[in-house]
């Protein structure tokens, strides 16, 4: 009987491994890299320009920007002729 415990514990201590392995591999693909690609889109007005101030970068809508991750926040400005920010 104590061999079938002493069993049962060694792959209890397996499966653990295995599943903290498999969350810290997790975890490496959400923290990778610098940067992230992020769509941009202005439901109903397409064809709005985007300017972010990192970088600064100017997007037509619909469109992609590259940002730098971070905690801080990113503030943008929204523009098109005949409309009201």
């Not at 992020?38 to 397409?46: I, L, S």
Request: net charge neutral.
């Amino acid at each position: 009987m104590r061999e079938a415990w002493g069993d049962i514990v060694f792959r209890l201590r397996h499966v653990a491994l295995l599943a903290c392995a498999f969350l810290l591999v997790a975890c490496a693909t959400i923290t990778e890299g610098t940067t992230q690609t992020v769509a941009v889109d202005t439901p109903g007005v397409p064809g709005a320009t985007i300017t972010t101030q990192s970088g600064p970068q100017i997007v037509t809508t619909p469109g992609t920007v590259s940002l730098k991750k971070g905690s801080d926040p990113l503030p943008i400005a929204c523009t098109k002729e005949c409309y009201v920010n």
